[in-house]
């Protein structure tokens, strides 16, 4: 157990509609990354979280949005959702902001139909 | 560009056979790479973060190498439970983003 939770599991959902995901870093952490696993793609960067502030942004669309609260949980909204957003969505964190290792959540399944 | 490319995609070895998993980068200001372990449908597992070329991690059987271009993950007397899929990634210093990019990945299967 990574002390990463990510809520739902699972999430079946139809085209158009919005969701969101959550994500509680481990006890300590600050930065707070999200990431989307596809069969095609592998693992793609999404987004950055440190401390409740935006600090990087990888290969996220404009559909998408993150933010992180003051308790430093996030949450990745995906909105007008099409059946190619499905995927695997993970949240991991680290301790600093850049050049450590993250931890993984057990993510997200997002099926899109 | 910065990528990462992985070898072999898949690979099958009995049980007690080394072998080793091969990471080639290209990537311009290396700030660290990463060796990952992910089971079917769960999130990766951290193994190993080096720094910089000839620096070495050891955790079991596992030991992470790193040069200038490339990192191996060497597995010795690999175990059934050493069945999974072996991810590498990198931070670097162009672009801005602290993200992690991965590679696609080693699919290994160790046979009793």
């Known amino acids: 157990d990574s002390g990463v939770t990510q809520t739902p599991k699972h999430l079946i959902t139809a085209t158009g509609q919005r969701v969101t995901l959550r994500c509680s870093p481990r006890?300590?952490?600050?930065?707070v990354y999200w990431y989307q696993q596809s069969l095609d793609q592998g693992l793609q960067f999404l987004i950055q979280?440190?401390?409740?502030?935006?600090?990087a942004k990888g290969n996220i669309l404009e559909r998408f949005s993150a933010q992180q609260f003051p308790d430093l949980h996030s949450e990745l909204n995906l909105s007008s959702l099409e059946l190619g957003d499905s995927a695997l969505y993970f949240c991991?964190?680290?301790?600093?902001?850049?050049?450590?290792?993250?931890?993984f959540g057990q993510g997200t399944r997002l099926t899109v139909v | 560009e910065d990528q990462v490319t992985q070898s072999p995609e898949a690979l099958r070895l009995q049980e007690g056979e080394s072998s080793s998993l091969n990471c080639s980068y290209t990537?311009?200001?290396?700030?660290?790479l990463f060796w990952y372990r992910q089971d079917p449908g769960k999130g990766p597992e951290f193994l190993f973060t080096?720094?910089?070329a000839g620096e070495e991690k050891e955790k079991e059987r596992l030991k992470a190498t790193l040069t200038k271009k490339e990192s191996f993950l060497h597995i010795t007397a690999p175990k059934p439970e050493d069945s999974a899929t072996y991810l590498c990634?990198?931070?670097?210093?162009?672009?801005?983003?602290?993200?992690?990019?991965f590679g696609k990945g080693t699919h290994l299967i160790i046979q009793p």
């Open positions: 991991a964190s680290s301790v600093k902001a850049a050049n450590t290792e993250a931890f």
């Open positions: 006890s300590g952490d600050l930065s």
């Open positions: 979280y440190y401390n409740g502030e935006e600090r």
């Open positions: 990537v311009s200001g290396l700030r660290g």
């Open positions: 080096l720094y910089s």
């Open positions: 990634a990198f931070v670097g210093s162009g672009g801005g983003a602290d993200g992690l990019t």
